[in-house]
């Protein structure tokens, strides 16, 4: 089945430094992505949508020039939390779509906690 | 705006009983319905979509678009089938305005 992988598992960064998530597809084009946060004992909440090639898809609420999303390739996309604080500590999903497929279906990554001390 | 809800934080039942988790949605249109599941220490995955009709696991979901309803339902619940179950919804264009239930922990006892 189709996979995809995060890195890093987990980070723990200091406050007022940035840090990258990478979401990469293995074995399928994702020629759409999506990042989520997850707060303890909570849903997800959708972050973003990117398409290959153009800019992301902000959900209302969530700050561009926080969370900077690329989507430079079929099979990579990255996160990027800029200047981070302590609120921004959380557990962040990524997720693909296969291109080639017709189907709904979204393959998720196994996610990134993040730490901001 | 589009919502999904499901109602239980946690439910709990025993082995061989049958179980029903309750999804409901608001949304104007027609969207997509997901279940996803996520067993202890893995990934989320998907479980079912309402547009293919089949049966996975055992469990399977029918859209109610009356009542707006997409419970996931199983005859005989296995111990197994312990997990957090998330109810989903997607607009037509697939991605658009995708949200997730806020979830149902399952738990079946033995």
């Known amino acids: 089945g189709a996979v995809v992988s995060q890195h890093p598992s987990r980070v723990i960064c200091k406050s007022g430094t940035s840090v990258k998530i990478e979401c990469r597809s293995l074995d399928f084009q994702a020629t759409t992505m999506f990042w989520y946060r997850q707060f303890p004992k909570q849903s997800l909440m959708l972050m973003a949508t990117?398409?290959?090639?153009?800019?992301?898809?902000?959900e209302q609420g969530v700050e561009k020039d926080k969370f900077l999303i690329n989507h430079a390739s079929l099979t990579l996309s990255t996160l990027t939390v800029t200047s981070a604080h302590p609120e921004d500590s959380s557990f962040y999903i990524c997720s693909a779509r296969d291109g080639g497929s017709s189907s709904y279906e979204q393959y998720f990554g196994p996610g990134t906690r993040l730490t901001v001390t | 705006a589009q919502r999904v809800t499901q109602p239980e934080k946690l439910l709990s039942v025993f082995k061989g009983a049958p179980v029903e988790l309750k999804c409901n949605y608001s949304?104007?249109?027609?969207?997509?319905l997901f279940w996803y599941v996520q067993y202890s220490r893995q990934r989320l995955q998907l479980l079912l979509r309402h547009i293919s009709r089949e049966s996975i696991k055992g469990f399977t979901a029918d859209l109610n678009k009356g009542e707006t309803s997409f419970h996931l339902k199983k005859p005989f619940a296995q111990e197994e089938d312990s997990a957090m179950y998330y109810c989903a919804l997607s607009g037509p264009n697939y991605g658009q305005n995708f949200v997730f239930g806020p979830g149902t922990r399952l738990s079946v006892l033995p």
């Open positions: 990117s398409n290959e090639g153009s800019k992301a898809t902000y």
């Open positions: 949304y104007s249109g027609s969207p997509e």
